[in-house]
């Protein structure tokens, strides 16, 4: 990853602290296995999530075992990843609900991601809410003190998302609603703390990150949700601290612009 890296630094405004954002062109795995142990404080993830959907191409698996077997090495890296107490939280779909205790272990905690605008579709039960696996690794939880909101579900403004078709978030085929990424990084994960987010996509968890204070790391490998995270994300001023931006290119690509 080190042959295409980019560094650039905003203006020393603040001095309470210093925040970094990377972001990585790569497979999560392979750039994942580069991490150092235990080195990030949460792990905020959202996976595709093995039911056919189109994203660029269509999903290769579209049923459980399938999806399980592409999902789990990807879950066990962050794992190893996270600091003892750090945070996790990875969206999922409803229709694998039986399986998540079987996947991700007996701790979890469903946390519904919930819309105050849906879609309708033509079934007798529409979904309106995204389950969400959270839990704690082992240790003392990495969390703040006194969180604004630690309850396990949070109603996301969903129709306004929709109306905002200038957003640059909707360049991606599933963008999730900043408010609710903010409500989880706010009220669960440490203040001041690095976040990881393997797949990026359109670069909320870094927008998310960047309001809260937070530090972030995204991996993507699609070049194009690339190009939208850095014109999101990168090389923003904030007035109560330094930030540091870093791009990691893919060696096996032409270099970013």
């Given at each position: 990853?080190?042959?295409?890296?980019?560094?650039?630094?905003?203006?020393?405004?603040?001095?309470?602290?210093?925040?970094?954002?990377?972001?990585?062109?790569?497979?999560?795995?392979?750039?994942?296995?580069?991490?150092?142990?235990?080195?990030?404080?949460?792990?905020?993830?959202?996976?595709?999530?093995?039911?056919?959907?189109?994203?660029?191409?269509?999903?290769?698996?579209?049923?459980?075992?399938?999806?399980?077997?592409?999902?789990?090495?990807?879950?066990?890296?962050?794992?190893?990843?996270?600091?003892?107490?750090?945070?996790?939280?990875?969206?999922?779909?409803?229709?694998?609900?039986?399986?998540?205790?079987?996947?991700?272990?007996?701790?979890?905690?469903?946390?519904?991601?919930?819309?105050?605008?849906?879609?309708?579709?033509?079934?007798?039960?529409?979904?309106?809410?995204?389950?969400?696996?959270?839990?704690?690794?082992?240790?003392?939880?990495?969390?703040?003190?006194?969180?604004?909101?630690?309850?396990?579900?949070?109603?996301?403004?969903?129709a306004k998302f929709v109306r905002q078709t200038d957003n640059i978030a909707r360049?991606?085929?599933?963008?999730?609603?900043?408010?609710?990424?903010?409500?989880?990084?706010?009220?669960?994960?440490?203040?001041?703390?690095?976040?990881?987010?393997?797949?990026?996509?359109?670069?909320?968890?870094?927008?998310?990150?960047?309001?809260?204070?937070?530090?972030?790391?995204?991996?993507?490998?699609?070049?194009?949700?690339?190009?939208?995270?850095?014109?999101?994300?990168?090389?923003?001023?904030?007035?109560?601290?330094?930030?540091?931006?870093?791009?990691?290119?893919?060696?096996?690509?032409?270099?970013?612009?």
């Open positions: 990853m080190d042959a295409d890296s980019r560094e650039t630094q905003g203006r020393n405004i603040g001095e309470s602290g210093m925040n970094t954002y990377q972001l990585y062109h790569g497979d999560c795995l392979e750039v994942m296995d580069s991490l150092e142990k235990e080195s990030v404080d949460a792990v905020v993830a959202d996976p595709p999530f093995g039911i056919g959907f189109k994203y660029e191409k269509r999903e290769s698996y579209n049923n459980p075992e399938e999806y399980w077997n592409w999902l789990e090495p990807i879950y066990i890296e962050c794992l190893r990843i996270l600091k003892p107490g750090g945070f996790i939280a990875f969206w999922q779909t409803q229709l694998y609900f039986k399986y998540f205790w079987l996947w991700f272990g007996e701790d979890i905690h469903i946390y519904c991601g919930c819309k105050n605008f849906v879609q309708l579709k033509k079934t007798p039960i529409n979904y309106a809410y995204d389950p969400i696996i959270i839990k704690y690794k082992d240790g003392t939880p990495l969390r703040p003190n006194k969180p604004k909101r630690n309850l396990d579900f949070y109603v996301a403004n969903t360049r991606h085929p599933c963008p999730r609603p900043i408010d609710q990424v903010e409500e989880l990084i706010r009220n669960f994960t440490l203040p001041g703390g690095l976040v990881l987010d393997p797949f990026i996509g359109s670069g909320t968890t870094m927008e998310a990150c960047q309001k809260l204070g937070r530090s972030c790391i995204g991996i993507e490998i699609n070049r194009e949700y690339c190009n939208i995270v850095k014109e999101r994300c990168f090389n923003r001023d904030f007035d109560d601290r330094e930030v540091m931006y870093k791009y990691y290119g893919n060696p096996k690509d032409e270099i970013l612009e």
